[in-house]
Structures are given as structure tokens and as C-alpha cells.
């Protein structure tokens, strides 16, 4: 009977993911690891420059100060940053000394890398974003590459290893991810506890993302760290300005003054952007949502990876950041559609524009994991679902690859499991692989 049960509930589970997509396992494994080659994972998501496809161009976004968008402790973090985010210059130079940090050229685009001319286009138009300065000297070099997004256009990536070497990691960065969210008590109980019974319990979602996120924020003080190693005449730029971050003013030079181009946005690839951009997710849900229903924003509960779980009231939402991805989950559409409101007017104040609006439903998404409230159901996609069984079973018939290829299946399977993290303990093995035979080949023992 036991077998029974556990067979039954397997069989009701699988069916709830819709039948077997009609693709095969190798292109399945090779769409997850975003590669071809199971030797060295190399990606193929890279793409060379096109400029009708990267889309920050046409966004008609100029990005703007992140000090005006951050809440006060995210401002504090900004006045102290050369002893909170980095290194003691004495520091630094004894790791560059050591040998524990190893000078990295960054990666450039092929198309960018080989042309002075579309580079010096790109510059300029970055600069007419917001997004690049000038600078007499730089402290850490950083390159330009593009990826291939899911619509085809192109994603900027600003290749940050060599900062984030001479960089402090930041802090727990406390996310609202998907399983944060499915941590919620939506029992009976729970709501009982909290819910008069002539109160709705008619659960709904709603959401909103930051239009190019990273880049829609500026943090010049810190571009000399983010410096593109092709320095040029600043007559090139159409300006004998530049920043002088020691003075915090524009300074004037002469016009075949050499400057190197930097980067003043947030860099995808360096290592703070994730915390302080889910900073000012998180304080635009809070203010914006307190200010709708008339509480201080510290009022408004937060749903976050290790803090303390909220419980649902009739009377307010839970509220979710998970980096530019606001979401919002409350017992009654018209209560979240109220804080949803809020939410989306404290970024219009603070001039941040956002996309993908999902209004207050039923059946809600969020970081590829869905929410079927009137059902009880919290489960991850399922073409993401099919697509790593179909991985998994063309390892399985490989019978082996290389620790890096298995590095990035564990990442997607631990990001399966978060929704059952008892399944969590099967994965030992898999990492003293990853760490044995992260460059070579191995068979799978």
C-alpha cells in the first residue's frame, strides 16, 4: 500500500509538468550549459558586437546618481567605500606581490578589441547613457563582452575580475527568491491565526522589473576602477571635461590631453552590484508600499533568504526583492493591486523605469517558479524542469564530463532543490567531483 501511495503521488507530480518535450537530450544539456563543449564548458552565449542588438542604446535610458535611489544605510556604504568595498592600498599590493591576486587582462569583445572605430562609437554613445566618464589615470582595468539574451538582442557584460580582486566581498545579500516565497505558511492554520473568518483568503501575486537594471544607476566616484585600457585623445569624446574623483568636481583639460574611458554604472560582472541593486528594489517595495497603507516602511514584512518567516495579514502584503524583480503577495487582489500602486510609484519618484508589470493573479511567476495559489501548487516551470531531467539523463548516457560541466548542472539542481531542500544532501558527492576534476574529464564512478 506504502508503494502504492508513494508510486501514485510520483505519477500525479510528473503530470502536473505536461508531457516530455520533443527535444533531445544532448541539445537540452547544451542550451543548459550554455556550451557545446563538455570539456571545457566554454560558453556559446557569447555574441560579438551588434549594435541595432544591444538595446541599452536604443532604451533611451540616461542613467542616473545611485546615492538619490539607496536608503540611508546604502548612502552610509557609498561615504565609506574605501575601507567598506576596498582593499587597504597596502593590502593590494602585498596580494599582487604574493602571488594571491594574479593580474587578469579583461576579456573583450573580438568586434571591439579589433576596431578603433566601432570601440570609439560604442564609448561615445555609453557616454551620451551615462554610463561611461574620462579619467587621467585608472586603478583597475575592465573589459566589454555581449551576450545573447532570450529575444536575441544583446546584453553587455563588463568583464569586473580584476576590481573584484582588489575588492571586500560585500554582505549577505538577503534575496526574496523563489524559495523565499514558497517558505510562506499558507495553511489553513496559519491563516486562521491571522484571517477573521468573514475575512477573504483569495491569495493573488503581482510583480515589476527595473528596465535594465544595472545600467538604469551610476556610481562615478568609482569608475577609475572600471577603466577600458584604450586611452585617447579627450577631443575625441567632444569634450575637454573630465571627473576628478579625488575633488568629486568636473575638471578641464587641455584638448590632446590622453584619457582613458571608464565604466560608471553598475558592472554586471563585479561583485557589489547584485547587493546594491536589490537595496533599492527592497526600499522602493517598502516605502513606496508603506506610504499606500499609511505605516512606516519597516511595518511592511519582508519575505528573504534566512530571515525570519511573515505571517499573511488581512490587512497588509508580503513583499519580495529579488535584485531588479519586485514582487507581491497579499490575500485579496484588490489589496495587492493597492501595494502593487505604491510599489510602482515610489520608482517613478524615483525616476526609475520598470517593465513587466504582472498584475494582481492567481497563477503567479517569479524567478522561473510558479505559484498556482488557488491550487496549493509551488513548483519550478516546467520547459526548466524538462529541460535538466533531459540534461541529466544525457550525462547519465555520457557517463561522464569535466568538474567545470557538472559545476554548472549542480547550480541549476540546487536551484531545483531550494524548493525541497531536504533533496539537498544527495548533491555531496557531486561536489568533491567538481573540486577532484574541475578541469579534466572523468567518469562518473
Not at 483568503?201 to 568609482?222: K, N, P, V
Amino acid at each position: 500500500m506504502a508503494q502504492a501511495s508513494v508510486h501514485a503521488r510520483i505519477s500525479r507530480r510528473v503530470e502536473a509538468y505536461g508531457p516530455r518535450p520533443e527535444w533531445h537530450g544532448e541539445s537540452a544539456l547544451e542550451n543548459l550549459l550554455k556550451s557545446k563543449d563538455l570539456y571545457s564548458a566554454a560558453p556559446s552565449s557569447v555574441r560579438p558586437y551588434e549594435p541595432d542588438k544591444f538595446k541599452v542604446l536604443s532604451s533611451g535610458i540616461v542613467a542616473t546618481s545611485l546615492r538619490e535611489r539607496l536608503p540611508p544605510e546604502g548612502q552610509w556604504l557609498m561615504d565609506h567605500a574605501s575601507t567598506l568595498i576596498c582593499r587597504p592600498q597596502g593590502q593590494g599590493d602585498h596580494m599582487v606581490e604574493s602571488g594571491e591576486i594574479i593580474p587578469v587582462y579583461p576579456y573583450w569583445d573580438v568586434v571591439l578589441r579589433r576596431s578603433r572605430r566601432k570601440r570609439l562609437d560604442l564609448f561615445r554613445r555609453l557616454m551620451d547613457a551615462g554610463l561611461v566618464g574620462l579619467r587621467l589615470r585608472i586603478r583597475a582595468r575592465a573589459g566589454i563582452f555581449f551576450v545573447t539574451k532570450k529575444d536575441g538582442s544583446l546584453r553587455m557584460v563588463i568583464d569586473g575580475r580584476e576590481p573584484s580582486s582588489f575588492h571586500l566581498r560585500p554582505p549577505h545579500t538577503g534575496l526574496g527568491s523563489a524559495a523565499a516565497i514558497s517558505s510562506l505558511d499558507l495553511s489553513a492554520a496559519a491563516l486562521d491565526a491571522t484571517h477573521p473568518p468573514e475575512v477573504p483568503r483569495d491569495l493573488h501575486g503581482a510583480s515589476a522589473d527595473l528596465r535594465q537594471g544595472f545600467y538604469q544607476l551610476t556610481w562615478r566616484e568609482m569608475g577609475s576602477w572600471f577603466g577600458f585600457d584604450y586611452p585617447e585623445p579627450i577631443h575625441e569624446f567632444g569634450t575637454n571635461q573630465i571627473f576628478d574623483e579625488a575633488t568629486g568636481c568636473m575638471i578641464t583639460v587641455a584638448d590632446d590631453t590622453m584619457v582613458f574611458p571608464v565604466f560608471e554604472g553598475l558592472a554586471m560582472d563585479w561583485s557589489w552590484p547584485l547587493h546594491l541593486c536589490n537595496m533599492v528594489t527592497a526600499d522602493c517595495l517598502q516605502v513606496g508600499i508603506g506610504r499606500a497603507f499609511g505605516v512606516p516602511p519597516q511595518q511592511v514584512p519582508v519575505l528573504a533568504e534566512h530571515c525570519p518567516v511573515p505571517l499573511l495579514r488581512p490587512d497588509m502584503v508580503a513583499v519580495a526583492s529579488y535584485v531588479d524583480n519586485g514582487n507581491i503577495i497579499g490575500t485579496s487582489p484588490q489589496i495587492v493591486a493597492k501595494a502593487l500602486a505604491g510599489f510602482l510609484g515610489e520608482l517613478t519618484r524615483r525616476n526609475l523605469e520598470y517593465h513587466e508589470v504582472e498584475l494582481p493573479t492567481k497563477h503567479f511567476t517569479s524567478g522561473g517558479v510558479e505559484f498556482v495559489f488557488d491550487e496549493g501548487i509551488c513548483r519550478h516551470k516546467p520547459p526548466r524542469t524538462w529541460r535538466l531531467y533531459e540534461s541529466l539523463e544525457r550525462l547519465f548516457s555520457i557517463g561522464g564530463c569535466t568538474g567545470l560541466s557538472l559545476r554548472v548542472v549542480l547550480g541549476h539542481l540546487v536551484c531545483h532543490f531550494m524548493l525541497c531542500r531536504p533533496a539537498l544532501s544527495c548533491l555531496d558527492h557531486l561536489y568533491r567531483f567538481v573540486a577532484r576534476d574541475l578541469y579534466k574529464y572523468a567518469r562518473f564512478s
